[in-house]
């Protein structure tokens, strides 16, 4: 029998099996007949569909904001990883490791641990997110000093500080990766009159997107449609204007991040000032986020060796010391 831990988040999902690493990392969406509700495809073929259906092929984010939106579909989805992962006979009843955002109310985490139930686990586990990415980046947590982690999902942001094993004091927003994404659709249409698709936007953000001085003249051709005319259109726009439509976003994680430092206990505090804060998820590639939190903070920032898979393999440490793991 070998255990699985699972990174369910709102963009991906990513499954690590014990002793073999990550399996899979593929995006959370699932493709939907509307007529039948009937599920067609589900990860990246059902991802290649999103803003390309036809009228009743409907691509759809089962989770919202790092908790189920869509049961049923989280649900299906799931099973269908794990069947992905499973291969032929190497799971009789897997013990599964799942992680959610920190501050998720007991019937949500209740419905995480219902939904991995029902694809045949015999035991699961359920940990918050920023104790597991802070494992994965190769913390020590289980010592008696003070470490502090920011995770930048797709659906949130968790800030957590955390000694002897646990989280000392935390906060969980709803900004994050597809806010990034949405703030640049909505800049895009109000100063340019252009459409563009989630898939564009995260492209913008990928190539140009910053929060902080960066380079300037960094251009990227962006394609859409145009409010008006309702014709296809081309415009060129910047890292200047990125950065526009960012930064109110990134403000609102470093308050949520001097909060949770204000709420710290002294001698914890003490301990950040010397090790730093670990930026951790994909938020942590944004260009100029470490400049612009250090400078905020007054607190050296760091990204994690490979923020992307921290929590899968997270998962994977604490799967092999499951006296990390709070039972």
Do not use: W
Not at 129 to 145: R, Y
């Amino acid at each position: 029998m070998k255990d699985i831990g699972i990174d369910l988040g709102t963009a991906n999902v990513l499954i690590y099996i014990k002793g073999e690493g990550i399996v899979l990392n593929e995006p959370t969406v699932v493709a939907i007949d509307a007529n039948t509700m009937q599920i067609l495809a589900v990860g990246n073929e059902a991802n290649n569909m999103l803003g390309r259906t036809p009228g009743k092929v409907k691509a759809i984010k089962p989770l919202k904001d790092g908790v189920i939106a869509d049961f049923e579909y989280t649900e299906t989805m799931l099973n269908h990883f794990i069947s992905m992962v499973k291969g032929t006979s190497i799971f009789s009843k897997p013990r599964v490791l799942i992680c959610c955002p920190a501050n998720i109310t007991s019937v949500e985490k209740n419905a995480i641990r219902e939904a991995a139930e029902r694809t045949g686990a015999k035991k699961v586990f359920i940990e918050e997110e920023p104790k597991v990415a802070a494992v994965g980046a190769g913390l020590d947590i289980s010592k008696p000093s003070g470490s502090m982690v920011i995770d930048i999902g797709g659906g949130t942001t968790d800030i957590a500080i955390l000694s002897l094993g646990g989280i000392v004091t935390s906060n969980s927003i709803k900004i994050a990766g597809n806010n990034f994404d949405s703030a640049i659709i909505e800049y895009v249409r109000n100063k340019y009159k252009l459409l563009i698709g989630e898939r564009t936007a995260e492209e913008v953000k990928t190539n140009i997107g910053t929060v902080y001085k960066g380079d300037k003249n960094k251009k990227i051709t962006i394609k859409g449609r145009n409010i008006t005319s309702g014709l296809p259109h081309t415009e060129e726009i910047n890292a200047k204007e990125i950065e526009e439509a960012l930064l109110p976003l990134a403000i609102e994680i470093i308050k949520a991040t001097k909060q949770v430092l204000e709420n710290t206990p002294p001698e914890l505090s003490a301990d950040i000032m010397d090790k730093g804060i670990v930026l951790t998820g994909g938020g942590a590639l944004l260009n100029g986020f470490t400049e612009l939190l250090e400078e905020e903070l007054k607190v050296p920032v760091y990204i994690a060796e490979s923020p992307l898979t921290c929590v899968a393999e997270g998962c994977g440490i604490m799967l092999s010391n499951l006296n990390l793991i709070d039972q």
